[in-house]
Structure formats: structure tokens, C-alpha cells
């Protein structure tokens, strides 16, 4: 791929807050100058609805569906957000129907096969990909090194940490097999549980990871997903955009990257219990 | 060898093993024997190719049942994303209002498979709007590559075809494992069928010709005949079994459904095996008389060839090739090695791939139980190469006019070794030429046993006559009648 384009993958447990986060740092990116595309990669094509003020867009596999597989039609499956954002989704079947890993491969093998990075200067493309590695479809955008940066969104709750472990395994697995992609670190989205922060820093440290940004719950968050718009743009003065904006300025800085050392599930309980103990 | 073999799994023990017979050809060319009926493939076009190259090439050793129509669903990348259930439907109405089959079969593949099509939703909402009885048949190749598992899979789907019985006929059978088209099948519709253009009775008919010669009556030969004739197959007092790995499963599913009970058989013969065959019907039908009397007439006329045919060969090897790659036959190779054995020779299987005798573990089961118990040449023979009969041969320390090589038909093309038939007996095992129209097939049974008996003499006395036999003294040398 080109040169010119960081392409980052988040990752993170379903429900975790990716296409949030994800929303929110292509909007703070944009607004830091980057020219930026958000490629949403769940047949819910529920990714960049924030970024669309509140609109679902056509997707991938609806328009080659309807008209083929062609430049043109990847051209018509690409839509501009706010701050110009390219907007994405790859779509796929409707539940319980059909291979949605493959309708993500396909997605991404359209994007690259027409060079469509390169051809419209992108600067930062973000991946926001469904929940957890679920299949191999889910681990295109990094097992075909479309994406070589990986950011896990988890919580300190015990399913959310269980999900970015498989996850992190996944990363070591692929980065054994001779592939770039790498971890670059930890986006804790809080919810609000006890010792959440020294939960979620204690796995990051297991994992061999740094915690890139903690990201504290807040109602502004909803009520701007309410309007179908990210933080950044609803509220762009508020401690929420700001946040954001610290974790898109960290993402740009940030040039280290990790192969994780993923731990056993009783580990991940441990650190849980230990959290518990010193509370108690 | 058995207990040594590893579970018919399709995994990493036998690298080198791959299932020429994918179980959608399998269960498609099973199919193929069935009339008015067309079989819907649900899947990618190249599989349905896959499927009708191998019914037109010799790969197919065609089995000389009419035509099949098999159209494809033609499913793409974008169904395999967004599934292919709404194509199956369009197909499914289009077929039943385009050919009027009376039954339709569903076959899915790999593709719709592993992305789990809801077939059988499929098939319930577009029966509502279809004449014709659609089925579905698990066949995707994936799920058991070894063949006769494959097999197992596949015949029990036709169970599911039947209905319960309203009523029970006395004195029918039904033959399971076998196909009847093929004998009384015309290949243009409305032409004259092919009757009696073989120079010997296939299985079929010679089983039937047992059943009706001790009075009873032949309800089914499966898999053959259109719809009505498959499911009112359980109106049948027993089931026999001709081909094991085709009918154990299905006689097994069909007491298990229907109460019909069946008689554990395999392919008979050979002088004890057929007489075996025929005093089980008999004792299950209280018909022994009948058997007894019918056995007799038999061996009057065959007695003095075997007889002939037994100063030929007592004492000789008899070697038996199993298969020429992994498509190995074990019930049949069995069964002739009984044969042989009574003739006084001894019997020495070669070329039987581990992974398919594990496979057709019914077949093993059947002759252990009968305490026949060959000997199995375990050597280095590559698995699903030829093995090279000279090698074997020459293995084993033979002197010529020590053995009878008794050739694999299935893949004759395959490779196995180049000698002069001249210097060597040479006769075909007949494991599936027999189901090609008009090839000089043998069948089972005692007319089976006679043609046997006459190709192994023809085959020592061109062996023994130094020059090479000629076609026209093949077809026209009145060969029997002149030593």
C-alpha cells in the first residue's frame, strides 16, 4: 500500500465503544488537518453514522451487489462526513445469512485493488472493525496488511478484557506468521467500574502494551450520537472533545509499536480479583 | 491392518490422500439412477461442471442410466456474503416450472455449506408454489472426503424420501445397493430398452432372478425409479443387501424409520457365498425348500465349470489389486477373494488405500464375522499411485504361471504396470465395468460365479498359448467351446 496513508485498525469487544471512539478520532483527526477516511467494517454499517449527521449510508456489498464489482462502484459507495471525512462501510448480509467476514475481504480487496488511498491523498484510513476477531473474515484488515497499527478498545470489565486478549493473541499469531501488523496500544473506554483505570493498566502491562488514552464516561457522548454527530462536532469546547483530541494527537505522535504478549484466562481473572481485594 | 488405521477422518496421517469422488459427485451420480427427477445443485457453476464432466468422461464409468438434468443455482461472491437461499427458491420454481420433474433433490456445496444456507427453509417455501416434491441431500465435499463415507452419508438420505407404510406386501424384497435402470434403461426415451445386450446378468438382475426363484417377489431395487418407487419402498417384508457400504446404512435407517427388517449380506460370489445368500432369504421367508431346490438347478449346470476351472488355478496365487489410487473397492475384492478361495487359490489383496478400508468399515465388519480374514499386502506401495504389478510380482517371488492377476477396472487408464497379457493371466475384477452398457461385465451370484470361472480360464489359456490374442479371436473365437 501507499506510503503516504497510516492505516489503523480498531479493535475491541462488541458494544465496547469502538465505532464511537472511532467516530470521534477521524473527527479530531480531520480537524488536526489530516484528510481522513473511516472504512467501517460490520454488517451493521452502523460505523460512521456520526460522522453522516445521523445518516446510514450505502454500502459495498449492497452497490456491487446492484451494479458489479468495479471502480465505479466503489466510487459510489463513498461518501463525505463531516470535515470532508471519507465514509465507508463494506456492509454485508442481513443476520443470520451469508459470510460477513467475506463481505469485509471483499470490501477492502476493492479499496486496495483500485488504489483508492493513493488516488484520493488519504492521510490516516481508519478501520472500525466488528467486535472481536469472530472469524477470518474479521481479521482481513489486518491478516492482509491492510491495516499494520492496531488499537484494542476495552473496558476493565472482565468480557471486554477476555475480547482484546483473544485479540492481542491474534496480533502475536500474525506477527509470527511474517506480517507487519503490530499493536500500538490500549484505548480504555470507561465504564465506570471500580479501579477501572488500574485494571485496564495492569493488562496492558501483561500484554506488554502502553494504555494510549483513558476515555471517561460521559452523557455528552449519547446526546451527541443522539443528534448524529460525534463530540467533536456537537460539542467541540467540552472536556469530552478534548479528550479526543489528546488521543488524536497521540495516534499522530505515536510511532512505537508492540507484538503483545496475550496471558491465559485465569490471568485475566487474577488481575480482576486483585483489583477486588484491594478495594475490599 | 484395521485396528493399525487410523479413524476415516480426513486429516494430516495421509498427506497424500485426496478424494478424486467429491461426496456432491457421490450423491449426485446416486441420484442419476432415479427417473423424473432432477437434481438442483445448489452452488458455484464449476461444481455443477465438476459433476457433469465426471457423468461424461470415463472417470464416470458410466452407469448407464438416463440422463440427469442438474442445474446450478450459480452462486456468486455476492451470495456467498449476503447467502444464496433467495436463488434457491428462484431456482427451485423455475426448475419445477421449466422441466415438470416429479421429484427434485437438493444438493448443496461447499460454498453454500460453509456459509450455512438454510436449505431446508428454502425448500419449505418453495414447495408451497412447486408441483414436484423437492428433498435435500447433505453433499458438500468438505464434510466427508473419504469415499465410503461419502456413501454412507449419502444412502441414507433416501430413507428420508420414504414414506410409512400404509400397508405390508407379503413375500417382497426389496435389494439395497443396487441399481436397475441400468439393465432395462433406454437411453433415447420411447426407443426400445437395452435388454439382454450384455453378455452376462448384472448384480441386479441376478439377485432378482434369486429373490423370484424361491418364490418371492423383487418390491424395490434401490437407488432406482422415479419418486413412488422409492417411497413406498417400505412396504417391503425384508430388505437385502447387495453392496454393503450402499445398503447396511440404509437397511440400517429403514428398520430404525420403518420397521423393515433386513438380512446382513454382501456381494455373493462365488459357489458357498451365493448359496449363503440365498438360505438366509430363504430361512427369513420360510422358503427353504423352494432354496434348496433352486441351489441344486444352479449347481447342476455350474459344477463342471468350476470343476475345469479349479484344475486350472488350485494352488495359484490369486492376485487381487483393490484400486489403482484412492478410490480403493474392498467389498467386492472381498468378495471375489472368497470366490477364489474355494477354487484352492491363494488369495493376496494389494493396492487398498488405509483411509478407504477404514472407510467401509461395514464391509470389514461383514467378513470378519464370517471369520475371512485375507492377507493384505501392507508394503511401501505409494498410496494413491498404481501399484506396479511387476513390483508385486516380483515383491512376492512369483514364477510365472504361479498367479492369476486379477486387474482393477476402476481408472483402467491409470498406470499399473505394463506386461504382456500373453505370458501372464490377466482378468478383470469387474469391480465397476459391469455397470457400463454393453461391456462384458460380470455380475454375482451363480451366473456371476460361471462368468468368473470362464475369464480365468480364457485368461490361463491365452497366458499359455505364446502369442498375443487377437481381437476377432476375442469376440468371435468360440473360445469355450474348443478346449
Known amino acids: 500500500m501507499t506510503n503516504q496513508t497510516r492505516q489503523i485498525a480498531i479493535y475491541g469487544k462488541g458494544g465496547i465503544g469502538k465505532s464511537t471512539t472511532a467516530g470521534n478520532l477521524s473527527a479530531a483527526l480531520s480537524c488536526l488537518g489530516k484528510k481522513t477516511a473511516q472504512i467501517g467494517c460490520d454488517p451493521k454499517a452502523d460505523s460512521v453514522n456520526t460522522l453522516m449527521g445521523g445518516d446510514f449510508i450505502e454500502t459495498i456489498s449492497d452497490i456491487t451487489r446492484q451494479y458489479g464489482s468495479s471502480e465505479t462502484s466503489l466510487n459510489r459507495a463513498v461518501y463525505r462526513g463531516f470535515n470532508n471525512i471519507v465514509c465507508i462501510e463494506s456492509g454485508g448480509p442481513v443476520p443470520g445469512q451469508g459470510c460477513a467476514g467475506r463481505g469485509v475481504l471483499v470490501a477492502l480487496d476493492l479499496i486496495r485493488k483500485y488504489r483508492f488511498f493513493e488516488k484520493n491523498n488519504i492521510d490516516i484510513a481508519l478501520y472500525d472493525v466488528l467486535g472481536d476477531i469472530v472469524c477470518g473474515g474479521f481479521a482481513q484488515p489486518i491478516r492482509h496488511s491492510y491495516a499494520e497499527e492496531v488499537y484494542i478498545v476495552t473496558s476493565g470489565e472482565y468480557m471486554s478484557l477476555y475480547a482484546a486478549n483473544n485479540i492481542a493473541a491474534s496480533i502475536k499469531l500474525f506477527a509470527q506468521q511474517g506480517l507487519n501488523v503490530r499493536m500500538a496500544g490500549i484505548i480504555g473506554n470507561l465504564r465506570n467500574v471500580e479501579k477501572e483505570e488500574e485494571i485496564i493498566t495492569g493488562f496492558a502491562q501483561k500484554l506488554g502494551v502502553p494504555v494510549v488514552q483513558f476515555i471517561p464516561r460521559s452523557e455528552l457522548v449519547q446526546k451527541a450520537e443522539l443528534q448524529g454527530k460525534t463530540v467533536i462536532e456537537a460539542y467541540p469546547e467540552s472536556g469530552q472533545a478534548g479528550i479526543y483530541f489528546n488521543l488524536a494527537a497521540k495516534v499522530l505522535d505515536n510511532r512505537e509499536m508492540f507484538i503483545p504478549e496475550p496471558v491465559s484466562k485465569q490471568e485475566v481473572i487474577r488481575l480482576l480479583d486483585l483489583a477486588r481485594t484491594e478495594i475490599c | 491392518m484395521f485396528a493399525k488405521t487410523p479413524e476415516a477422518d480426513f486429516n494430516c496421517d495421509y498427506p497424500g490422500y485426496s478424494g478424486l469422488w467429491c461426496r456432491l459427485i457421490m450423491a449426485v451420480t446416486s441420484y442419476a439412477m432415479t427417473n423424473n427427477s432432477v437434481a438442483v445443485i445448489h452452488g458455484p457453476a464449476n461444481c455443477a461442471w465438476a459433476v457433469r464432466n465426471f457423468c461424461q468422461t470415463d472417470y464416470s464409468l458410466y452407469y448407464g442410466n438416463p440422463f440427469l438434468h442438474m442445474p446450478v443455482t450459480n452462486i456468486d461472491q455476492d451470495d456467498v456474503i449476503s447467502g444464496g437461499a433467495d436463488k434457491l427458491i428462484a431456482t427451485l420454481k423455475e426448475v419445477d416450472r421449466d422441466y415438470k420433474p416429479e421429484h427434485i433433490c437438493v444438493f448443496d456445496t461447499c460454498s453454500t455449506a460453509l456459509i450455512g444456507d438454510d436449505v431446508q427453509s428454502a425448500i419449505k417455501t418453495a414447495q408451497k408454489d412447486c408441483n414436484a416434491r423437492i428433498d435435500y441431500m447433505s453433499s458438500a465435499g468438505f464434510t466427508t472426503p473419504p469415499l465410503g463415507k461419502s456413501i454412507e452419508q449419502t444412502a441414507l438420505s433416501y430413507a428420508d424420501m420414504m414414506e410409512a407404510p400404509s400397508e405390508k406386501l407379503e413375500n417382497t424384497v426389496n435389494i439395497l ?217 516380483e515383491d512376492l517371488g512369483l514364477r510365472q504361471a504361479g498367479y492369476v492377476y486379477f486387474t482393477q477396472d476402476i481408472f483402467p487408464a491409470a498406470r499399473g504396470g505394463v506386461f504382456d497379457p500373453a505370458s501372464a493371466p490377466r482378468v478383470e475384477t469387474g469391480v465397476h465395468l459391469r455397470r457400463v452398457l454393453n461391456a462384458p461385465a460380470r455380475g454375482v451370484g451363480f451366473k456371476g460365479a460361471k462368468a468368473l470361472y470362464e475369464n480365468i480360464i480364457e485368461a490361463v489359456m491365452f497366458s499359455a498359448r505364446g502369442s498375443r490374442p487377437t481381437l476377432y479371436g476375442r469376440v468371435h473365437g468360440g473360445f469355450y467351446e474348443n478346449f
Not at chain 2, 478407504?356 to 464391509?363: R, Y
Request: proline letters at 6%; a neutral charge.
Open chain 2, 177 to 393: 445397493g443396487q441399481y436397475k435402470e441400468q439393465q432395462d434403461c433406454s437411453p433415447v426415451p420411447g426407443k426400445k430398452k437395452c435388454k439382454n445386450r450384455r453378455k452376462y446378468k448384472d448384480d441386479a438382475s441376478e439377485l432378482a432372478r434369486f429373490v423370484e426363484g424361491i418364490g418371492l417377489q423383487v418390491h424395490r431395487v434401490l437407488v432406482s425409479g422415479n419418486h413412488d418407487y422409492i417411497k413406498t419402498a417400505p412396504q417391503a417384508m425384508v430388505n437385502v443387501i447387495s453392496c454393503p457400504t450402499w445398503g447396511f446404512p440404509l437397511a440400517k435407517k429403514m428398520e430404525e424409520q420403518f420397521g423393515v427388517p433386513y438380512i446382513k449380506q454382501c456381494i455373493p460370489i462365488g459357489i458357498e457365498p451365493s448359496k449363503k445368500w440365498v438360505m438366509e432369504l430363504a430361512k427369513f421367508t420360510n422358503k427353504q425348500q423352494e432354496a434348496e431346490n433352486f441351489i441344486q438347478k444352479e449347481l447342476d449346470e455350474l459344477m463342471p465349470v468350476f470343476e475345469k476351472t479349479k484344475s486350472f488355478v488350485d494352488g495359484k496365487v490369486a492376485l487381487i489389486e483393490c484400486g489403482r489410487n484412492s478410490q480403493t473397492a474392498f467389498a467386492r475384492p472381498m468378495a471375489l477373494a472368497l470366490a477364489l478361495q474355494e477354487l484352492g487359490m491363494q488369495v493376496r489383496l494389494f493396492g487398498l488405500h488405509p483411509l478407504e478400508l477404514k472407510a467401509k468399515a461395514m464391509d470389514y465388519e461383514y467378513f470378519m464375522q464370517e471369520g475371512f480374514d485375507p492377507l493384505i499386502l501392507d508394503g511401501n506401495y505409494a498410496y494413491q499411485q498404481p501399484v506396479n504389478i511387476v513390483h508385486v510380482i
